[in-house]
T-cell receptor, first 113, second 112 residues
Framework: SQELEQSPQSLIVQEGKNLTINCTSS?????LYWYKQKYGEGLIFLMM?????EEKSHEKITAKLDEKKQQSSLHITASQPSHAGIYLC?????????????FGKGTKLSVIP | SAVISQKPSRDICQRGTSLTIQCQVD?????MFWYRQQPGQSLTLIAT?????????ESGFVIDKFPISRPNLTFSTLTVSNMSPEDSSIYLC?????????FGPGTRLTVL
């Protein structure tokens, strides 16, 4: 089974609505990275979480790592068409400061004006 | 932050040929990696590019098929050798520090 599960697989929201994307791991998350991918633009680094309960924000995007360090959520407030894309979570499961990441399959977000 | 560029951005190649992808980082980075993203799939790590020594390959990937070079802290190449249609994929270079890993825009490879 997949080590890192993202849900939902796809999401269509009306502009201005809030949304949440989840990333659930079967192993402890020692580092959890959120990226946004647009066609032809590679992955855009959003933020990285390490500590249980940690929460970070960047503009209207907030990500949190749960206390047990096995799930992270990404929340977008008042979504805009510019938020559309594929959101990927990547995990360090080694606990040894490994740079090698395991990725989820992504959540495709569409924002309808 | 680091800005990573890749060349070529896309290519269409014939079966049995090889393609070398270049990755350039605008600043020195500790680590550099090569990933593959097959259609509809998540990213899969191919190898860690080690400066001045042989790359470290993940299970399922071998040096003969994916030779990698990293002559300095800002540049790396990945060659996809003896290509088959199954190698059609997006190949991404990544690099940075532990707290911030940045990705290049990817190279979209189609093998006919």
């Amino acid at each position: 089974s997949q080590e890192l599960e993202q849900s939902p697989q796809s999401l269509i929201v009306q502009e201005g609505k809030n949304l949440t994307i989840n990333c659930t791991s079967s192993k402890t998350l020692y580092g959890l990275y959120w990226y946004k991918q647009k066609y032809g633009e590679g992955l855009i680094f959003l933020m990285m979480l390490q500590k249980g309960g940690e929460e970070k924000s960047h503009e209207k995007i907030t990500a949190k790592l749960d206390e047990k360090k096995q799930q992270s959520s990404l929340h977008i407030t008042a979504s805009q068409p510019s938020h559309a894309g594929i959101y990927l979570c990547g995990a360090d499961h080694s606990g040894a400061g490994s740079y090698q990441l395991t990725f989820g399959k992504g959540t495709k977000l569409s924002v309808i004006p | 932050s680091a800005v990573i560029s890749q060349k070529p951005s896309r290519d269409i190649c014939q079966r049995g040929t090889s393609l070398t992808i270049q990755c350039q980082v605008d600043s020195q980075v500790t680590m550099m990696f090569w990933y593959r993203q097959q259609p509809g799939q998540s990213l899969t790590l191919i190898a860690t590019a080690n400066q001045g020594s042989e790359a470290t390959y993940e299970s399922g990937f071998v040096i003969d098929k994916f030779p990698i070079s990293r002559p300095n802290l800002t540049f790396s190449t990945l060659t996809v050798s003896n290509m088959s249609p199954e190698d059609s994929s997006i190949y991404l270079c990544a690099g940075g520090s532990y707290n911030e890993q940045f990705f290049g825009p990817g190279t979209r490879l189609t093998v006919l």
